[in-house]
């Protein structure tokens, strides 16, 4: 059989089982997310996710990057390493990648008919535990040496919380999944710290005292020694361009040294920590100062990894559709922003790199996400809205989005496919104004691959015309 068809029937499979990542309306609780399930398959499959270390990242932002930055300093460290993540943007093997390289297609086809009789043997397994399972097992027999595993949702109750680390990691928590995590912050905060091994240490990003608070307390209670960023580990940029960003990173104990250096306006021969990394935006440095904290911990904990390894796996870090910069003139930049936080960081970014330009924003969400808090973060920066509607079956209609945006006092215009919103918003932008999109990481896929497709169909046409 043609590959391309095994694979697509076995992502047909797959999503036979229940997805909640597509439904509409669910309640996260113990009744459908329950880990005794993913012990009872793992067991079957002789426990692949015990076969290598793991650094285990949960948050509301910034784990998708913070995975993304500890996976590329352990491979440039000599590790062969596992990558889980999820959502995908353009294809469903990228939630599985060793060294960089998703699983092939024909690699998942032969795991998903393997595992199949299991699964019919009667099984209440979602698809994104089957997902996780597959992942695990496919890196314990291709030689992953090493494995960066991003929770799904939440944490407590998530799939991938079946692993014991090497360390944990949260990232910045704010309001997102509120129906099914809580409506407070604290609520989501105990949801997330669910991942919190007994003895394992934890690294946390910087935290609202309602968040840090519960997270505190909650590993107290396990007896995980807690590391956090911006008391144990401390940061500063350096420098910023269109092309990557550089910052200053140090331990607490080193503070003296940074105060002498700051004194001797950075002419002493020592020097804090510098690293230099291609993605972009403030909120940015704060992920990578988590990473390389986790990776500061992981150490101690067996994990080796060089300061040299890390300063070159930053640097080399590939993670698209975040303040992703794919044209400079005009400016088209898209972004995976999907609550009202993220959003907050999105503009404070385009203050930075684009000052006072004027932004097209073409804007495209699920019907569960907060939009006014997604909008009244956005709107101070721009002039005109697209509305447009991403390829998933949560996605909110073009016209509701648009009803929403004129509340601002914004202008709109309702281009419900992706391709012709970018292009509308291309023609509006002319030479004076940015294009932004963003609004959910499925409408910055489908911008991402409309751009590309947009270029190689340029490079097709001028090929053609010199024949």
């Known amino acids: 059989m043609d590959t391309d068809l095994a694979y697509q029937q076995a992502l047909d499979y797959l999503y036979t089982f229940v997805d909640y990542s597509l439904t509409r309306a669910f309640r996260y609780s113990p009744d459908k997310f329950d880990l005794k399930r993913m012990v009872e398959f793992t067991d079957f499959l002789d426990r692949p996710q015990e076969t290598y270390p793991v650094i285990h990242v949960a948050g509301t932002k910034g784990k998708g990057s913070v995975s993304a930055l500890c996976a590329s300093a352990l491979g440039a460290a000599g590790y062969r390493v596992g990558l889980y993540t999820s959502p995908h943007l353009q294809d469903f093997a990228e939630r599985i990648q060793i060294d960089g390289q998703p699983i092939p297609h024909a690699d998942l086809v032969e795991l998903v008919a393997e595992i199949k009789p299991y699964l019919e043997a009667g099984t209440k397994l979602t698809t994104f535990e089957i997902a996780t399972a597959l992942g695990f097992l496919y890196f314990a027999r ?135 990394i291609p993605l972009l935006g403030y909120h940015q440095v704060e992920n990578a100062a988590t990473a390389y904290t986790a990776l500061q911990v992981a150490r101690k904990s067996g994990l080796e990894v060089s300061e040299s390894s890390i300063r070159k796996g930053f640097a080399d870090v590939s993670w698209s559709a975040r303040f992703e910069v794919l044209q400079s003139r005009p400016p088209v930049v898209i972004d995976s922003a999907h609550n009202r936080d993220s959003a907050l960081k999105l503009r404070l970014a385009l203050d930075d790199y684009f000052p006072g330009q004027p932004v097209i924003l073409v804007f495209g969400a699920s019907e569960d996400k907060d939009i006014d808090g997604m909008f009244a973060e956005l709107m101070p920066r721009v002039s005109q809205v697209i509305a447009t509607r991403s390829y998933h079956p949560r996605a909110m209609e073009p016209e509701n989005l648009a009803e929403c945006a004129r509340r601002f006092g914004k202008l709109v215009k309702i281009v419900p496919a992706i391709e012709d919103a970018l292009e509308e918003a291309l023609r509006l932008a002319g030479g004076e104004a940015m294009v932004l999109v963003t609004g959910s990481i499925f409408v910055a896929a489908g911008a991402r691959d409309t751009w590309y497709n947009r270029g190689a169909a340029v490079q097709k046409g001028a090929a053609n015309a010199g024949n």
Do not use: M
Request: aromatic share 6%; charged share 20%; with cysteine.
């Open 142 to 276: 291709n030689g992953a040496s090493a494995v960066v595993a991003e929770v799904g949702l939440g944490g407590r109750l998530d799939a991938t919380n079946i692993v014991t680390p090497k360390v944990s990691v949260i990232t910045s928590l704010s309001f997102d999944h509120s129906e099914f995590l809580g409506d407070t912050l604290a609520k989501i905060a105990a949801e997330k710290a669910g991942i919190i091994k007994p003895g394992v240490p934890l690294v946390v990003a910087p935290q609202t005292d309602e968040a840090r608070i519960v997270i505190e307390r909650i590993a107290e209670e396990c007896a995980a020694p807690l590391v956090k960023v911006g008391r144990d580990y401390l940061y500063a940029p350096a420098s910023r361009s269109l092309n990557n960003q550089s910052f200053l990173v140090w331990s607490v104990s080193e503070q003296p040294l940074v105060d002498a250096y700051i004194d001797s306006g950075g002419e002493q021969e020592w020097e804090p920590t510098r690293l230099t």
